[in-house]
């Protein structure tokens, strides 16, 4: 399998722009999940999906970020309007259910900048 | 409510020195325990997880993890450090509660394994 496929893996924005990012989970997996890393925080989970549908948005830091997933195939995280602390690795990753102990795959990363 | 804690921000070994890189966790059951290994610019990989059984478990790339319960900890261990072992390491938690079992990621560590 080729993985969590993420796009961009790397993108330079304006303040104010809007910016989609894209990711294609691992065939067959029913849970997928969107983090962010930066230095200063580490790790956050942002949403997570079950089956398409997202369970638990809690970790979406303000109205800017939205994120849907159309398909068992595809989803997106969209930031709108971009401020430059959004700058950040965004994560996407997938999962298949297994229980407390199921295994999650990571993407390579959207690496985020906004100027 | 679970909680996980990697009390060194950076663990500094000499190649070929055995190497442990700590993590505690918090959870008001049996935890589910995972190690994961992020390398530079990469997105996070599996390394091994404890579910139930022999504390000791083994995983990718050598390393190995001991459970100790009345410790409540899941310290990462490798018995000779190589340079290509520097890394960022998190350890995560997941326990069944309210039908939720995402787990919750520790801060990370850097690794540096010097020459």
């Known amino acids: 399998d080729a993985g969590v496929i993420q796009s961009p893996r790397h993108e330079v924005t304006e303040m104010g722009q809007e910016v989609t990012l894209r990711c294609k989970p691992i065939s067959g997996h029913d849970y997928l999940f969107w983090y962010r890393q930066t230095m200063m925080r580490g790790l956050e989970l942002l949403i997570y999906?079950?089956?398409?549908?997202?369970?638990?948005d809690s970790g979406m830091p303000e109205d800017r970020f939205s994120a849907k997933m159309p398909n068992a195939s595809f989803s997106t995280l969209k930031i709108q309007p971009s401020e430059p602390r959004d700058s950040a690795v965004y994560f996407c990753?997938?999962?298949?259910?297994?229980?407390?102990?199921?295994?999650?795959?990571f993407g390579e990363g959207s690496w985020l900048t906004v100027v | 409510a679970q909680s996980v804690a990697q009390p060194e921000d950076q663990v500094n070994v000499a190649e070929g020195n055995p190497l442990t890189v700590k993590c505690t966790y918090s959870?008001?059951?049996?935890?589910?325990l995972f190690w994961y290994v992020q390398y530079p610019n990469r997105g996070l990989q599996f390394l091994l997880k404890?579910?139930?059984?022999?504390?000791l478990v083994k995983g990718s790339y050598g390393f190995e993890a001991e459970f100790n319960k009345s410790q409540t900890s899941f310290h990462l261990k490798k018995p000779s450090a190589l340079v290509s072992d520097s890394a960022l390491y998190f350890c995560?938690?997941?326990?069944?509660?309210?039908?939720?079992?995402?787990?919750?990621f520790g801060r990370g560590t850097s690794l540096i394994v010097h020459p």
């Open positions: 999906f079950n089956n398409n549908v997202p369970i638990d």
């Open positions: 990753a997938s999962s298949l259910w297994g229980g407390a102990g199921n295994t999650i795959y």
């Open positions: 959870v008001s059951g049996n935890p589910y």
């Open positions: 995560a938690v997941s326990y069944p509660s309210g039908g939720s079992y995402i787990p919750t």
């Open positions: 404890y579910i139930t059984g022999d504390n």
